[in-house]
């Protein structure tokens, strides 16, 4: 594959399992949203329609960091349907400084030069006008 032309990803199907507008609508703003236990005040991640920590209907959506630190990672050379132009890809989770962990993908940098701890950031994958989709790449300031 020729390295400047961008593999393609696949669309996410949203809203297909529980309501995710919210996460996509800020995400199509560039911004990283989550749920947030209004009882309990910590964040919780992936989408659920009750809290996690109350079992109770006392979440909203908030706007994250959108900064963390890699938990572990992985280089796929083996892709799920439809990845089979970006192997190889880098899947992590990711440590959000609001304490979640994020199942992503590591761009922008090269597998050799990731570590355990390493501050990363949110970037966006533009799929189309209307969906976004969040990677997170090494924070270099």
């Known amino acids: 594959m020729n390295e400047h032309v961008k593999a393609v990803r696949p669309l996410p199907k949203i809203g297909s399992y529980i309501d995710t507008k919210e996460f996509w609508d800020g995400a199509k703003r560039g911004k990283l ?3 947030f236990c209004t009882e309990t005040k910590r964040f919780q991640h992936f989408p659920r329609p009750v ?3 109350t079992g109770r209907k006392t979440v909203e959506w908030r706007e994250a960091s959108g900064c963390g630190t ?3 990672w992985t280089v796929t050379r083996s892709p799920w349907p439809g990845h089979e132009q970006r192997v190889p890809y880098i899947c992590a989770y990711v440590e959000l400084d609001e304490g979640v962990r994020f199942l ?5 940098c090269d ?3 990731i570590e355990i701890g390493m501050p990363v950031e949110v970037r966006w994958d533009r799929l189309t006008d209307e969906i976004a989709f969040p990677d997170f790449a090494p924070r270099r300031r």
């Open 70 to 72: 890699v938990y572990s």
């Open 104 to 108: 992503c993908n590591l761009v922008d």
């Open 111 to 113: 597998e050799n030069e």
């Open 51 to 53: 809290s996690l920590f």
């Open 33 to 35: 949203m989550l749920q």
